[in-house]
């Protein structure tokens, strides 16, 4: 238990401040100083903190509505179900509470899939470095043991390979007729930034529709905008079968989705799938409005714009310290990888007034609220910068 919160099981390692409130990209902790947000609450902010167009919003869905379950009709989630098919081109949705639920369902839709096409024992390809959550069966497709240890016995069912590598994929085709999918996240977040190659992600489409296979992208943390496209795959000019969401879909009102195509739409029937809070009237006006917002205020074209310029000042500060592996990355969802462990940048850069994550050991990642302004990434840079060459300069232990 950490000494302040003795009541609350110790599951995280926290940072020794409490926030208290913010306001657009700021926040401030209960003593009162204040940091910008690089972090959005793990790429979930979309619109920062009190956003003026959305906390009234959600002000008035709460005194109408906070929810009334799945038993009946629901015109919010028809609502949000049709944007997000006009924006990704596929063709329904379920919704549900958070990431892992989406891959958790993501995954019934594969097996149900297979079993529906006479294939008893299911399988599907994941990868190295893969994060889809931390139920049993997400945890088992993520490729991080950390996660996995102590949790066995894994689900079975997954074949694991290497990311960006088609061949990899084509082989297992070759070899495996129980394979009904492949699962990945198009840009890997907490495997350390990584993103599929646009060339490579549209190979693995090919190799899916050759094989009646699912192909199954994760876009929980790279999806809604995130990138400067509403999903990342859209940069490759592919479509999924299967595209799980959440994160950024609900502004910070928990929330995630299924996406699905035509080909995965009708594989789950009545009774196969469902969840009590899923769907609840407070969370589709969050997503409503969170798309309503973005597309109103251009947030999309103001994180591939400002990701840009953040990545660019990085690179240009960055450039030639030595320790710096590289920066990558899309949008705003960048990493900097160090040649060493880098958790302790976590605290410095709080300190110095800068809130980020440090992900996959020795990955410096920035998921800041879409509405980042140019003034503010400039902030993130003269902060974080000297964080990063101090530490580096530092004798290593
Ligand atoms: C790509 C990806 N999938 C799934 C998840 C799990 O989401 P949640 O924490 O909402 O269960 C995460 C969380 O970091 C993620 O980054």
């Keep these: 238990m950490t000494a302040s919160m003795p009541h609350v099981m110790n599951t995280y390692g926290r940072l020794p401040i409490a926030l208290s409130h913010g306001q657009g990209c700021r ?38 509505l906070i929810h009334c379950s799945n038993y009946y009709e629901n015109p919010l989630q028809e609502a949000l179900a049709k944007r997000l098919c006009e924006l990704s081109g596929l063709s329904a949705a379920f919704f549900c ?67 960006n590598d088609a061949a990899a994929v084509r082989e297992v085709a070759e070899c495996n007729p129980n394979v009904v999918a492949v699962f990945l996240e198009t840009i890997q977040g907490e495997g350390g930034i990584n993103p599929a190659r646009w060339d490579y992600l549209r190979e693995v489409r090919q190799i899916c529709d050759e094989q009646g296979w699912l192909l199954m992208l994760d876009e929980v943390q790279c999806g809604i905008g995130r990138t400067g496209k509403w999903f990342a795959h859209q940069w490759a000019d592919i479509k999924p079968d299967v595209m799980p969401l959440a994160k950024g879909l609900g502004s910070g009102v928990p929330i995630g989705a299924i996406v699905v195509g035509e080909k995965a739409k009708t594989i789950l ?45 990085l690179e240009r500060e960055l450039a030639g310290v030595k320790g710096v592996k590289e920066v990558r990355g899309l949008g705003l969802m960048l990493g900097i990888e160090l040649d060493r462990p880098c958790g302790v940048i976590l605290t410095r850069a709080m300190q110095a007034g800068l809130l980020l994550s440090v992900t996959a050991d020795s990955v410096v990642r920035l998921v800041p609220p879409l509405i980042l302004s140019q003034a503010e990434a400039d902030e993130i840079v003269g902060l974080l910068v000297p964080v990063i060459k101090t530490f580096l300069a530092e004798p290593q232990p």
Excluded: C
């Design 269 to 313: 029937g009545p009774g196969n799938h469902g969840t009590t809070f899923g769907g609840n009237p407070l969370s589709m006006r969050a997503g409503i409005e969170t798309l309503d917002i973005m597309l109103a205020d251009d947030i999309m074209g103001n994180a591939a714009r400002v990701g840009a310029h953040l990545k660019a000042a």
């Design 27 to 64: 926040v401030w902790d209960t003593e009162g100083r204040r940091y910008i947000d690089g972090l959005g609450g793990i790429a979930v902010n979309t619109l920062g903190h009190a956003h003026p167009k959305l906390v009234p919003a959600l002000q008035e869905q709460t005194a109408k």
């Design 97 to 163: 509470s958070t990431g892992l639920e989406a891959n958790e369902g993501a995954l019934k839709i594969a097996r149900k899939y297979g079993h529906d096409r006479g294939i008893t024992k299911p399988e599907v390809i994941v990868f190295d470095k893969a994060f889809h959550g931390r139920s049993i069966a997400t945890l088992s497709a993520t490729g991080n043991p950390k996660v996995q240890e102590g949790f066995g016995p894994l689900v079975e069912g997954f074949v694991r390979v290497p990311f």
